[in-house]
């Protein structure tokens, strides 16, 4: 299995910003990346309508809707509660990748960096989380953690981090 590598922070952090940031690099290094998006929303990924949303609404436990160039599966868990649902129970979906970032699954046993911006929040998510692995923070002050802490552009940094720790 991957490496997986939970970005967390508060709304409006700036997590999606960075990931999209790292995926960029990682792939100009040549690396397979899988992303996972942790929500609390309904997901909708097909019309009603269309082939598919019909085949779920009749009753399909497993969608999937295949192109020449990409697939799409919507599957029905057997979990009471959706956030019950581990990464581990996911991570088959990505086993040709090298490195998985999610966005969200604090409460997962992964390694994780915190996304802290000063204008958006007053203080950090979560300084003591024993998973915690690094910051990336425009806050020139003390975060007072034993992890790496990197600006919110240092990109390149931050994925050399992750080739000498993951990859």
Not at 128 to 152: H, K, M, R, W
Request: aromatic fraction near 8%; avoid cysteine.
């Amino acid at each position: 299995m991957p490496p997986f590598v939970s970005i967390i922070g508060k709304s409006n952090s700036g997590k999606t910003t960075l990931i999209e940031k790292l995926i960029r690099e990682l792939k100009k290094r040549g690396y397979m990346v899988g992303t996972i998006k942790h929500t609390h929303h309904a997901i909708q990924i097909d019309r009603q309508g269309k082939d598919s949303a019909r085949h779920k609404n009749a009753g399909a436990h497993t969608v999937a809707i295949h192109s020449p160039d990409s697939l799409t599966v919507i599957k029905d868990t057997k979990s009471p509660s959706l956030d019950s649902l581990a990464l581990d129970d996911i991570a088959i979906y990505y086993e040709d990748m090298d490195i998985v970032i999610t966005e969200g699954y604090r409460q997962a046993d992964k390694p994780k960096i915190e996304v802290f911006r000063k204008a958006a929040h007053k203080r950090p998510y979560n300084r003591s989380s024993q998973d915690l692995i690094a910051f990336v923070t425009d806050s020139e002050d003390d975060l007072n953690v034993n992890v790496p802490i990197f600006g919110l552009e240092e990109i390149e940094k931050i994925v050399d981090f992750f080739e000498k720790r993951f990859l």
